[in-house]
Nanobody, 125 residues
Framework: VQLQASGGGSVQAGDSLRLSCAAS????????MGWFRQVPGKEREFVAAIKGSGGSTYYADSVKGRFTMSRDNAKNTVNLLMNRLKPEDTAVYYC???????????????????WGQGTQVTVSS
C-alpha cells in the first residue's frame, strides 16, 4: 500500500483545513487508517483513526470535537477535516495504514505498517 497525503497549508487560528490521503492498491477496505502528527524534537502523536470495517472513528482528546475523519472506500481515500484550528495543531501530518489493529492499539504508531510522506500544517495566531 502506498499513501499520498495532501491538503496541508498555512492558515490562521480558527480556520479550517481538509487533509486527504490517497491509497494505492485494491485492498483498501480492510485497512485501519490513521492520522498522526509530529513537530520537530517531539514524538509522533496520534490524531485520529478510522476502522476499515464499520468505519468507527477514534480521536485524540486534543482534537475531539474539532476534527472529523472519514473514508471513501470506493475512492481509496481518507479525509481529515480540521475545524477551529489552533497554533498547537501546527505539525507535519502523516497518514498511515494497518491491518488487524485492535482498538487498544489504534493510537500507537507501531501498529501501522504503511506511512505517507507527510503534509505540513501551520496555524498562526
Amino acid at each position: 500500500v502506498q499513501l499520498q497525503a495532501s491538503g496541508g497549508g498555512s492558515v490562521q487560528a480558527g480556520d479550517s483545513l481538509r487533509l486527504s490521503c490517497a491509497a494505492s492498491g485494491p485492498t483498501f477496505r480492510p485497512y485501519t487508517m490513521g492520522w498522526f502528527r509530529q513537530v520537530p524534537g517531539k514524538e509522533r502523536e496520534f490524531v485520529a483513526a478510522i476502522k476499515g470495517s464499520g468505519g468507527s472513528t477514534y480521536y485524540a482528546d486534543s482534537v475531539k470535537g474539532r476534527f472529523t475523519m472519514s473514508r471513501d472506500n470506493a475512492k481509496n481515500t481518507v479525509n481529515l477535516l480540521m475545524n477551529r484550528l489552533k497554533p498547537e495543531d501546527t505539525a507535519v501530518y502523516y497518514c498511515a495504514a494497518g491491518r488487524q489493529i485492535i482498538v487498544s492499539s489504534i493510537s500507537r504508531d507501531q501498529a501501522y505498517d504503511y506511512w505517507g510522506q507527510g503534509t505540513q500544517v501551520t496555524v498562526s495566531s
